[in-house]
């Protein structure tokens, strides 16, 4: 069983606090990604070691994955949150403070648990404020606020820079202003029931298209925001130009969502998902062509970043409806366990590919949303 929030203004509260929450999530990755991996490189260590320190964020999604079901229903949406921002705060303050650099080891597996647990009970949480009829388009605007939290971590880094221990404390800084938002007495989380299994091979046979749709979703955006750039450089672009070119797509990324969740509250959800699949493999086997055409280049990356996170956004809605209470905590627990797959592998074949053809990115993209788009054909049932 799933209580949900009361549709007052507490409702709308409790929107602001998940969409908040998820906003934290993607600053919580982008920003420590980059800088983690660059303060390590300023102190020496190898390429390899660098390597090991990011594995320590996946490995804390996947121990989170396997128990944070059951956690959910003995502690409460609401408490976990808080722990989780509190938690994060607490981590990237202790970065810049820890003289022995091994110490970051356990210290970025502690920041994949609180990541972890702030992307999973987000989801869970917007789900359980939507009705049937509305479902897409929070959905929507929850991949909106996830998209904003992704590109606010370099934004942040471009403007104060990555020295010192500044950037570190602005992090902690959001994360607690987080905390105080969704810390409202006046916000009403939901309850859920223990699931049945805590196995994740169970969710995965019970939602492999969606669970595929987080895949693509998190290795694209992070091959896209790893590599865009040189991509764009590499054919002729200039530096400043091709970070717009990253900008352009973030922003068609966040913006484009609120029209696909209103379409996907009017039409058939399976079908829109297809559509938008082929128009992200359409569109990523344009790329080579319009990327001598700066407008052209521009306009196709906001269409596109719209139409391949638009796929994540209408399958989350499909496992919203399908799935409640345990359930859904379970599905939505590992969905964040493959979304850090998905970012560990997307830049890697990304950058494998590059090193083959210059437009090796835009075939990676075009291979991965196009393979896509015939499992959703072929999968005829289910999510």
Known sequence: ???????????????????????????????????????????????????????????????????????????????????????????LVGFPLMPLVWLWFPLRFILGIASETLFVLSETWINSLSTEE????????????????????????SIIGTAGALPYLIGAGLALFSALFVASPRIEAPVFDKPSHSNPIHYMRLAPLALSATLLNAGLEAAGLSFLAIYAVNVGWSEGDATRLITCMMVGAILLQLPIGWLGDKMDRRKLVILLAIIATLGALAWPLTMGHEWAAYALLFV????????????????????????????YAVMGLVWGGGALVGPLAAGMAMQVSVHGLAYVAALACGGFALASILLKRGA
Do not use: C
């Open 1 to 91: 069983m799933t209580t949900a929030a009361p549709a007052t203004g507490s409702n709308l509260l409790a929107r602001g606090a998940v969409i908040a929450t998820a906003m934290m999530f993607g600053l919580t990755y982008s920003l420590s990604a980059a800088l983690i991996a660059l303060d390590l490189a300023e102190r020496g260590l190898s390429e390899a070691a660098i390597g090991a320190n990011a594995a320590m964020h996946a490995l804390g999604i996947l121990a989170t994955a396997m128990v944070l079901p059951r956690v959910v229903a003995a502690f409460g949406v609401r408490p976990l949150i808080l722990g989780a921002l509190g938690l994060a705060a607490l981590t």
């Open 134 to 157: 509305t479902r897409a388009r929070a959905m929507a605007t929850y991949t909106a606020a996830l998209s904003v939290g992704f590109a606010l971590g370099p934004l942040i880094l």
């Open 304 to 331: 596109w970043g719209g139409s391949f996170v638009g796929v994540a956004t209408i399958m989350l809605t499909v496992v919203g409806s399908r799935f409640k209470g345990g359930e859904l905590v379970g599905i």
